[in-house]
Protein backbone atom coordinates (compact mmCIF):
# COMPACT_ATOMS: atom_id res chain seq x y z
CA UNK A 1 0.00 0.00 0.00
CA UNK A 2 1.35 3.14 -1.50
CA UNK A 3 1.50 6.41 1.19
CA UNK A 4 -1.04 8.19 -0.65
CA UNK A 5 -3.51 4.84 0.02
CA UNK A 6 -2.56 5.33 3.69
CA UNK A 7 -3.39 8.90 4.00
CA UNK A 8 -7.11 8.64 1.76
CA UNK A 9 -7.64 5.94 4.33
CA UNK A 10 -6.96 7.64 7.62
CA UNK A 11 -8.07 11.18 6.75
CA UNK A 12 -11.23 10.84 7.51
CA UNK A 13 -10.19 9.07 10.95
CA UNK A 14 -7.92 11.96 11.95
CA UNK A 15 -11.37 14.41 10.97
CA UNK A 16 -12.74 12.72 14.09
CA UNK A 17 -10.03 13.95 16.42
CA UNK A 18 -8.40 16.44 18.28
CA UNK A 19 -4.17 17.10 17.57
CA UNK A 20 -3.91 16.47 21.60
CA UNK A 21 -6.15 13.14 21.40
CA UNK A 22 -4.29 11.30 18.55
CA UNK A 23 -3.06 7.85 18.97
CA UNK A 24 -1.88 5.40 16.77
CA UNK A 25 -2.83 1.62 17.39
CA UNK A 26 -6.17 3.56 17.67
CA UNK A 27 -6.45 5.22 14.08
CA UNK A 28 -4.89 2.64 12.79
CA UNK A 29 -7.31 -0.05 14.23
CA UNK A 30 -10.34 2.75 13.00
CA UNK A 31 -8.63 2.66 9.37
CA UNK A 32 -7.79 -0.98 9.23
CA UNK A 33 -4.28 -0.67 8.58
CA UNK A 34 -1.63 -2.43 9.92
CA UNK A 35 1.71 -1.29 11.51
CA UNK A 36 3.72 -3.14 8.64
CA UNK A 37 1.93 -1.20 6.11
CA UNK A 38 1.89 2.14 7.64
CA UNK A 39 5.43 1.98 9.05
CA UNK A 40 6.46 0.64 5.62
CA UNK A 41 5.21 4.40 4.23
CA UNK A 42 6.08 7.02 7.50
CA UNK A 43 8.59 6.99 10.17
CA UNK A 44 5.92 7.90 13.01
CA UNK A 45 2.63 9.52 13.15
CA UNK A 46 4.44 13.07 13.27
CA UNK A 47 5.65 12.18 9.45
CA UNK A 48 2.39 10.90 8.18
CA UNK A 49 0.69 14.46 9.58
CA UNK A 50 3.58 16.71 7.66
CA UNK A 51 3.14 14.49 4.50
CA UNK A 52 -0.68 14.61 4.23
CA UNK A 53 -0.61 18.47 4.85
CA UNK A 54 2.31 18.67 2.20
CA UNK A 55 -0.16 16.56 0.15
CA UNK A 56 -3.16 19.25 0.86
CA UNK A 57 -0.49 22.10 0.11
CA UNK A 58 0.52 20.48 -3.32
CA UNK A 59 -3.28 20.06 -4.56
CA UNK A 60 -3.59 23.87 -3.28
CA UNK A 61 -1.19 24.91 -5.40
CA UNK A 62 -2.28 23.52 -8.50
CA UNK A 63 -5.77 24.84 -8.18
CA UNK A 64 -4.53 28.24 -7.41
CA UNK A 65 -2.10 27.90 -10.74
CA UNK A 66 -5.31 28.66 -12.71
CA UNK A 67 -5.16 32.25 -11.17
CA UNK A 68 -1.48 33.01 -11.53
CA UNK A 69 -2.30 33.77 -15.42
CA UNK A 70 -2.25 36.99 -17.62
CA UNK A 71 -5.92 36.59 -18.27
CA UNK A 72 -8.36 36.85 -15.84
CA UNK A 73 -12.20 36.84 -14.92
CA UNK A 74 -14.46 36.72 -11.03
CA UNK A 75 -15.32 32.77 -12.72
CA UNK A 76 -11.76 31.66 -11.59
CA UNK A 77 -11.18 33.50 -8.66
CA UNK A 78 -15.09 31.79 -7.14
CA UNK A 79 -14.38 27.90 -8.65
CA UNK A 80 -10.95 28.46 -7.26
CA UNK A 81 -12.79 29.19 -3.85
CA UNK A 82 -14.83 26.49 -4.20
CA UNK A 83 -11.92 24.18 -4.89
CA UNK A 84 -9.93 25.30 -1.59
CA UNK A 85 -13.03 24.68 0.86
CA UNK A 86 -13.48 21.16 -0.50
CA UNK A 87 -9.71 20.61 0.40
CA UNK A 88 -10.98 22.12 3.12
CA UNK A 89 -13.66 19.69 3.57
CA UNK A 90 -11.28 16.91 2.94
CA UNK A 91 -8.27 17.82 5.57
CA UNK A 92 -10.97 19.05 8.05
CA UNK A 93 -8.70 17.88 10.53
CA UNK A 94 -5.50 20.63 10.40
CA UNK A 95 -8.20 23.35 9.92
CA UNK A 96 -9.73 21.81 13.37
CA UNK A 97 -6.71 21.69 14.78
CA UNK A 98 -4.55 24.61 13.02
CA UNK A 99 -3.33 26.43 16.08
CA UNK A 100 -2.33 23.99 18.01
CA UNK A 101 -0.79 22.04 14.58
CA UNK A 102 1.55 25.09 14.14
CA UNK A 103 2.59 25.39 17.93
CA UNK A 104 4.29 22.21 17.82
CA UNK A 105 4.54 21.13 14.04
CA UNK A 106 7.51 22.96 12.53
CA UNK A 107 7.73 21.87 9.45
CA UNK A 108 4.01 22.18 8.73
CA UNK A 109 4.00 25.86 10.33
CA UNK A 110 6.48 26.95 7.53
CA UNK A 111 4.58 24.95 4.97
CA UNK A 112 1.42 26.61 6.14
CA UNK A 113 3.25 30.10 6.02
CA UNK A 114 4.75 29.73 2.80
CA UNK A 115 1.57 28.78 0.88
CA UNK A 116 -0.25 31.70 2.07
CA UNK A 117 2.37 33.97 1.31
CA UNK A 118 2.55 32.64 -2.64
CA UNK A 119 -1.28 32.27 -2.02
CA UNK A 120 -1.32 36.21 -1.30
CA UNK A 121 0.92 37.22 -3.86
CA UNK A 122 -1.60 35.40 -6.38
CA UNK A 123 -4.50 37.12 -5.11
CA UNK A 124 -3.04 40.14 -5.05
CA UNK A 125 -1.63 39.77 -8.71
CA UNK A 126 -5.47 38.53 -9.80
CA UNK A 127 -6.95 41.67 -8.24
CA UNK A 128 -4.39 43.84 -10.46
CA UNK A 129 -5.30 42.27 -13.71
CA UNK A 130 -8.90 41.95 -12.89
CA UNK A 131 -8.40 46.13 -12.26
CA UNK A 132 -6.88 46.25 -15.49
CA UNK A 133 -9.75 44.67 -17.38
CA UNK A 134 -11.98 47.23 -15.35
CA UNK A 135 -13.29 43.80 -12.96
CA UNK A 136 -12.23 46.16 -10.37
CA UNK A 137 -11.72 49.79 -9.52
CA UNK A 138 -8.73 50.65 -8.93
CA UNK A 139 -6.95 50.46 -5.25
CA UNK A 140 -8.53 53.89 -3.36
CA UNK A 141 -5.63 53.03 -1.21
CA UNK A 142 -2.40 51.78 -0.97
CA UNK A 143 -2.98 48.18 0.23
CA UNK A 144 -6.29 47.59 -0.11
CA UNK A 145 -6.07 44.38 -2.48
CA UNK A 146 -3.19 43.07 0.10
CA UNK A 147 -6.39 43.64 2.79
CA UNK A 148 -8.82 41.72 0.36
CA UNK A 149 -6.32 38.94 0.24
CA UNK A 150 -5.76 38.85 4.15
CA UNK A 151 -9.50 39.23 4.89
CA UNK A 152 -10.29 36.16 2.17
CA UNK A 153 -7.57 34.26 3.92
CA UNK A 154 -8.92 35.09 7.17
CA UNK A 155 -12.39 34.18 6.52
CA UNK A 156 -10.99 31.01 4.22
CA UNK A 157 -9.48 29.04 6.93
CA UNK A 158 -11.96 29.06 9.49
CA UNK A 159 -15.40 29.17 7.85
CA UNK A 160 -15.43 25.41 8.75
CA UNK A 161 -15.17 25.94 12.40
CA UNK A 162 -17.67 28.60 12.22
CA UNK A 163 -20.15 25.86 10.10
CA UNK A 164 -19.66 23.25 13.17
CA UNK A 165 -20.44 25.76 15.66
CA UNK A 166 -23.59 27.34 13.87
CA UNK A 167 -24.63 24.41 11.85
CA UNK A 168 -23.48 21.11 12.80
CA UNK A 169 -20.96 18.51 11.77
CA UNK A 170 -23.25 17.02 10.21
CA UNK A 171 -24.31 19.83 7.81
CA UNK A 172 -21.20 21.10 6.26
CA UNK A 173 -22.90 23.99 3.90
CA UNK A 174 -19.89 24.65 1.56
CA UNK A 175 -22.03 26.95 -0.72
CA UNK A 176 -23.55 29.22 1.74
CA UNK A 177 -19.79 29.89 2.72
CA UNK A 178 -18.59 29.78 -0.91
CA UNK A 179 -21.05 32.97 -1.58
CA UNK A 180 -20.38 34.43 1.53
CA UNK A 181 -16.54 34.89 1.45
CA UNK A 182 -16.90 35.55 -2.67
CA UNK A 183 -19.21 38.44 -1.11
CA UNK A 184 -15.65 39.89 -0.27
CA UNK A 185 -15.07 41.42 -3.51
CA UNK A 186 -18.32 43.25 -3.93
CA UNK A 187 -17.01 46.65 -2.39
CA UNK A 188 -14.15 46.38 -5.09
CA UNK A 189 -16.61 45.81 -8.26
CA UNK A 190 -17.27 48.15 -11.07
CA UNK A 191 -20.38 47.97 -12.87
CA UNK A 192 -19.07 45.16 -15.54
CA UNK A 193 -17.67 43.23 -12.49
CA UNK A 194 -21.29 43.46 -11.10
CA UNK A 195 -22.35 42.43 -14.50
CA UNK A 196 -20.10 39.20 -13.67
CA UNK A 197 -20.61 38.68 -10.21
CA UNK A 198 -24.27 38.27 -10.64
CA UNK A 199 -24.17 36.06 -13.67
CA UNK A 200 -21.82 33.63 -11.70
CA UNK A 201 -23.88 33.39 -8.65
CA UNK A 202 -27.65 33.10 -10.84
CA UNK A 203 -28.20 36.68 -9.77
CA UNK A 204 -29.10 37.53 -12.86
CA UNK A 205 -32.54 38.84 -12.98
CA UNK A 206 -31.44 41.20 -9.78
CA UNK A 207 -32.21 45.18 -10.63
Same mark, same amino acid.
Given at each position: ??????? +?????????? %???????? %???? %?? %?????????AFNDLDDLLTKAFYRLCDEADGFSKTIDQFSCSLDKLFHLLDNIYRLHIQY? =??? =??? &????? #?????? +? @??? +????? @??????????????? $? =?????? =?? $????????????????? &??? #????? $?????????? #??????????????? $??? +??????????? #?
Open positions: MNPNQII +DKILPILAEK %SYHNLELE %SILE %SA %SLSQEDFFTQ =FYF =FNL &LEIMK #NQELIK +D @RYL +DMIAL @RKTQLIHLFKLLATE $G =FFAEEK =FP $GSFENLANQMFMLSDYW &LIH #NQIVF $GPDDIRLPYY #NKLIFSAVLPYLTEK $GLV +DYKKILGYEKL #N
